[in-house]
């Protein structure tokens, strides 16, 4: 059973590392972007209530991100999760530890995944994903093999996120820096904290980030 937290800005390649994750060792992606994207298309209540927040860049509130995890760790029995895209604020941090704690479970390794700036919106206004299996590909770095097909199931209907553009990402980033950064040193006193090159190639800093899951 392992648990580990990808760290690090929009872009920074957590959801890349992630499906290979699931599929390498069978552990459990928690998305909270991904869990807040359904809610919109589902159409509930909250869904509608977070939607501008989102376009715009915003963080949505601790108190609805930490409700959808709390719901999924309560359904249990997993290799162990992946945490992508959550805790964002210290509140969300402390509310992991006490849930995982809750469970008898503990986190394994927090990654820091380190990237220049610079990259981030090459990286994230190049962005698609497939609607249907949620694999991750990129118009320069990974494109899909076959135009419009993803690689990965077939399906032909592959999106861009409403945020993906330059004007949400620089809000994204900014959120980031205020709100999220400062969990770097919090995991680090804590001694959780593993540094990857993040601008390395995607097998690259896979490879990385096993070695840090083999060692914790
Ligand atoms: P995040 O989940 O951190 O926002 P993604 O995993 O969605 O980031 O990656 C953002 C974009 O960058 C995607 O288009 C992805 O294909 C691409 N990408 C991810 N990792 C790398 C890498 N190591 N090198 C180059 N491009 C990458
Ligand atoms: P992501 O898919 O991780 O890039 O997240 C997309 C958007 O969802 C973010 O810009 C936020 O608006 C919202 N979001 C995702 N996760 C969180 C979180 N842990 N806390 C607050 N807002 C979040």
Redesign the pocket.
């Known amino acids: 059973m392992t648990n580990v937290i990808?760290l690090?800005?929009?872009?920074?390649?957590?959801?890349?590392?992630?499906k290979r994750l699931v599929t390498e060792r069978g552990m459990v992606q928690l998305?909270t972007?991904d869990m807040l994207r359904e809610a919109r298309s589902s159409g509930s209540d909250m869904g509608l209530r977070v939607a501008a927040v989102m376009d715009a860049g915003g963080l949505v509130t601790d108190e609805i991100v930490i409700g959808l995890i709390r719901e999924k760790l309560s359904h249990g029995g997993s290799a162990g999760y992946i945490f992508?895209?959550f805790p964002r604020t210290l509140a969300q941090a402390d509310a992991l530890g006490d849930l995982l704690g809750q469970m008898g479970q503990r986190l394994d390794a927090v990654i820091a995944?380190e990237v220049d700036d610079g990259?981030l919106v090459r990286?994230?206004t190049?962005?698609?994903?497939c609607a249907d299996c949620g694999a991750?590909?990129?118009d320069e770095?990974?494109p899909t093999t076959r135009p419009g097909v993803c690689d990965s199931c077939g399906s032909t209907n592959l999106v861009r996120r409403a945020d993906d553009n330059e004007d949400s990402l620089r809000h994204r980033l900014m959120e980031y820096y205020k709100k999220t950064s400062p969990l770097i040193g919090y995991y680090y006193a804590k001694g959780d904290l593993t540094r990857v090159d993040?601008?390395?190639?995607?097998e690259?800093?896979a490879a990385e980030i096993s070695m840090a899951l083999n060692k914790g």
Do not use: C, E, F, N
Request: hydrophobic content about 35%; charged content about 15%.
């Open positions: 990808l690090g800005p929009p872009g920074a390649g957590k959801g890349t590392q992630a998305s972007g992508d895209g995944m990259v990286r994230i190049g962005r698609y994903t991750v590909y990129h770095t990974h993040a601008l390395a190639r995607v690259d800093v």
